[in-house]
């Protein structure tokens, strides 16, 4: 997915290279040459069309966001509670359950931290802020038993990089 994801960044992104291109050729003409009066009839009906297109995509992609009760689930989720500090992680539950909802309950005793939570290829699953004074909660469910790690997100000092709580997720 990720792979897939950043090909297609790239290819929007040479697209967008191509038609800049484009614009900056057409810049040097004259202007009656460079709009044919009938393109000016497709403006705003493409307006109005990218609009659309563009809250329907935010919509969809944010609708499965992790920072709010999941309303598709109606498991009771577990808590678990995960406290930062320079430079250690207390998660007091580090065995978890599969196919459950979690809620992780993220907060700092001393300067900010980000809470990272990656899987054994070392992909980011989900992620949010760790921060004194303040409770963050993300939500995620394990679809595949083994071992995940917590790691730092947000430089800390000096033994930032040592941050890591191992988590085990047994079906
Ligand atoms: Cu804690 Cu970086």
């Not at 090909?7 to 992104?13: A, E, F, G, I």
């Not at 057409?26 to 000016?40: D, E, I, K, T, W």
Request: proline letters at 8%; glycine letters at 6%; one cysteine or more.
């Amino acid at each position: 997915m990720q792979e897939f994801l950043w090909l297609l960044t790239l290819s929007l992104v040479a697209l967008l290279a191509v038609i800049f291109v484009a614009v900056i050729r057409q810049a040097a003409m004259p202007a009656a040459a460079a709009v044919p009066a009938r393109s000016g009839r497709y403006r705003q009906p493409l307006f109005w069309g990218l609009i659309i297109v563009g809250v329907a995509v935010t919509y969809g992609t944010l609708v499965p966001w992790p920072y709010s009760p999941d309303p598709r689930t109606t498991d009771t989720p577990l808590r678990v509670n995960a406290i930062s500090e320079q430079w250690s992680w207390s998660v007091d539950h580090t065995e978890l359950p599969l196919n459950k909802p979690i809620v992780f309950f993220v907060t700092s005793r001393d300067v900010n931290h980000g809470f990272g939570l990656y899987d054994s290829d070392r992909r980011l699953l989900t992620q949010v802020q760790a921060m004194p004074g303040y409770v963050n909660k993300v939500h995620y469910t394990f679809t595949k038993p083994g071992q995940y790690r917590v790691l730092c997100l947000e430089y800390c000092g000096l033994i930032h990089h040592d941050m890591i709580a191992e988590l085990t997720v047994k079906p």
